[in-house]
């Protein structure tokens, strides 16, 4: 299934989103103000708020947030959580940038959804020289409850073509990849920060968790239904809950005053 088909699903059910979908590590806030050096009032440009999950904590601190979501549905959960966000809705590929330039454009766990041959070059655009591009990303690695993660896997094998045969794998296996944004010769250095953490789930929220997930949308009712019995029988006989372990990876670049000189 396409790009453009899965990124849409999101939004079939805003509200379920945004009960179940995390929120960001609180120290990732701290290192993004450290990197933007405290400016009284960073202006901040957000690829893909979904319902507000990495936009609350920005507001909260006084930052002044533009966010352009795809989704008519997430950005009316967006706007109704947070009255005083600024949310456009749009593609971010045909969105028109505005005069404006920003001193973050931040992507939360969205950066992926939008056209490769777009993203860097717009995102850049977006910015003030010097400004920071930070791209957000969450991954599930190994640690929780994790013989139930592997158990899991027959269920994938049964009902999906999308089975992970090992499980979850280190934290430290997650690759730190700056390639593209190295390749386009708009920004400096990148560099990564990396945040761990743990959530436990009783069967029902889990099973919310995967109806949030685009994969599992798009599965047929009956490979769904079955998958989720599946999911719900080995939880259940394994103490009614899971413990899930994230790596939350934030990849940070400032904007170069000029792009770099060919070679």
Known sequence: MSRETLRQTFGEDAELYDRVRPTYPPRLYDDLAALLGNPRRPRVLEIGCGTGQATKPMLKRGW???AVELSPELSRVARGNLPELEVITAPFESWPLPAEKFDLVLSATAFHWIDPAVR????ADALRPGGVLAIISTHHVAGGSE??????QECYRRFTDDADEDGPQPAD?????SGE???SGRFGPAVFHRYEWERTYSTAEYLDLLSS???HRALTSARRDGLYECVSALINAAGGSVTKRHLTQLLVANRLNQPLASS
């Open 64 to 66: 002044s947030v533009k």
């Open 120 to 123: 860097v070059p717009k995102a």
């Open 147 to 152: 013989q139930l993660w592997i158990d899991l």
């Open 173 to 177: 296996t997650v690759p730190k990849d």
């Open 181 to 183: 944004l190295d390749a």
């Open 213 to 215: 997930y685009s994969g």
